[in-house]
């Protein structure tokens, strides 16, 4: 299957009906130092994979510090501000032999950096619902996703704007030119293709119809590396009696650069999902398919949260050819008079995959449980624990991962200073 790359302007032409955005966020604004906050997030990662077959067990134990400062827009016609962060990140276990990579890189002696440090800002302003900032940023789109699934942030240097002009419709344009990934001070980080970030060109948009329907598509153009067309349809269906019936449908065509990869490929990776709830329960099956002429690759200068389909785990589920089902439970324990409790479980089995030496099958087990404290001097402190089994045959095991047991536990504390 392949996305047709239609034009953002069809989703602006579906909002043609919508009457313009009510109120205008320029003219509510109340001042630069009135409107902002700063924050600061305690994360404490814990990460351990013991791997099978042989290979050598990773772990590694950090403590992060995540200061967020966002002013207000002057008033006026056009609002200006800044945003700012700083980040540091503490390693208090693993060392040389047993080190996480995604967490801490190493230095020149091989041994992992005791600590990791960045500081960044950019500049914003605001006209009418229309806001283009320039600088250090953390997108979160299906094109451009930072990853935060460690300990510290990934973040892009470049310039994103975002437009609410027209009621349910968000549209999205920019240009990034620079990557700090996860582990690292760098303000160019390498990604796992070896290359640093060129630049990747960016637009699309999302339409809200209603409260139960809504639909986006995406295009980037990462130079030298990839064109990628994204689209997906959400859908909620209410069946009364605190039950509802929700698909969604995700699809990404990429377009692989012949100079970087000897020769044009083609790619599309797509998911459809339903999702059953009812009361504290929600039941999951999905479905998901890689074709074409590689595997779907990612996290090649479009940032590691750029993955935005249904089988999404320990393991993307992305190889050549792939063909993957998943079953899935949710249970909110909230009804249960435990409000904060989450625990989700999931498996999820592929196959089919052309590994050039035989057909590559795995399979993982999934739980994660989650607590957030509502209230007293604890609020909002967050414990995660989370657990992949993952298992593949020998095609598998020597093209993408040896078998293991991964467990990542989270502690999050956040803190508003101002």
Partial sequence: MKVMKWSVIALAVAAGTSQMAFASQQSESKGFVEDASLDLLLRTTYFNRDYKDGVDDVRSL??????????????????????????????????????????????????PERDLSQTGAAVKAQLSNTVIKYGNQFPSLPVLAYDDSRLLPES????????????????????????????SSSRDSLNYLGLKLKSINLVGGRYTFNENLNAALYYADNEDVAKKTYADVNYVMPLGNEQSLGFSFNIYDNEYDKKTFGETQDTTIWSLAAKYSIGAHAFILAHQRVSGDSDYRYDIGDGGGSIWVANSYYSDFNSKDERSWQASYELDFTGYGVPGLFWKTAYVYGDNVDTGTGEGKEREFFNQ??????????????????????????????????????????????????
């Avoid at 990140?89 to 995604?102: C, E, I, T």
């Avoid at 593949?392 to 504390?413: G, K, P, Q, T, V």
Wanted: charged share 20%.
């Fill in 62 to 111: 950090g403590q992060g510090f995540i200061t967020t400062f966002e002013s207000g827009f002057t008033q006026g016609t056009i609002g200006v501000g800044v945003d700012a962060f700083g980040l540091l990140g503490v390693r208090l276990d693993g060392g040389s032999g047993y080190n996480y990579g995604a967490m801490f890189e190493t230095d020149s002696q091989g041994e």
């Fill in 156 to 183: 892009f240097t470049g310039t994103m704007i975002t437009s609410n002009e027209i009621e349910g419709l968000e549209l999205n344009a920019g240009r990034f030119t620079a990557d700090s990934s996860m582990p």
């Fill in 369 to 418: 449980v989650q607590y957030v404290v509502q209230s007293g001097p604890a609020k909002d402190l967050s414990l995660k624990l989370r657990n992949s089994i993952y298992r593949s045959n020998d095609n598998m095991r020597n093209y993408y991962s040896a078998d293991l047991n991964e467990i990542r536990a989270f502690i999050e504390y956040p803190l508003s200073i101002l």
